[in-house]
């Protein structure tokens, strides 16, 4: 609760509008319960919403180059979150809410993707330091948690 309130009072105060992203809601769940998970991790949480936003940006800036046509939204979607769930994989940072913040670099509209790589850092590197840092603060208030299990 307090992870997610604290990133859409931000957002909503401080004018900042796309600091709440829906795969937010996600990490959330992971971060919040599931704190053994090793996808729930610090370098699975950064790492892998960073490189997802960093891949779903590149992403749609590629098929944009080519074109508004019907059909590439679709292709540049899957692409997205295909890459996306590769690259987490090759550097070990697998978080499964990073493919839905690769797939919202694409289908988020005009309010996302003007921001083209700023996308990276805010609001997707902003949203989940605040969120991670919640976590580890709240978790380890409570003598039978500890988190996170390891670092990196």
């Not at 599931?34 to 790492?47: T, Y």
């Not at 944009?64 to 692409?79: C, I, L, V």
Request: aromatic fraction near 12%; charge should be negative.
């Amino acid at each position: 609760f307090i992870g997610i309130f604290s990133v859409s009072f931000i957002s909503h105060h401080g004018g900042a509008e796309t600091l709440v992203i829906a795969s937010f809601g996600a990490s959330a769940v992971l971060i919040y319960d599931s704190i053994q998970s090793p996808l729930a991790q610090p370098r699975n949480v950064v790492g892998g919403q960073i490189v997802s936003a960093f891949v779903g940006v590149s992403v749609f800036k590629l098929f944009n180059a080519w074109g508004s046509d019907s059909f590439y939204e679709p292709a540049a979607s899957a692409s997205a979150v295909a890459i996306a769930v590769v690259c987490m994989d090759l550097t070990k940072t697998l978080h499964p809410p990073g493919g839905a913040t690769a797939l919202i670099a694409v289908i988020g509209g005009s309010s996302v993707t003007d921001l083209g790589y700023l996308y990276v850092v805010y609001p997707v590197g902003l949203g989940v330091v605040i969120m991670l840092s919640i976590a580890i603060l709240l978790n380890n208030l409570v003598g039978t948690r500890s988190y996170p299990t390891f670092w990196w």
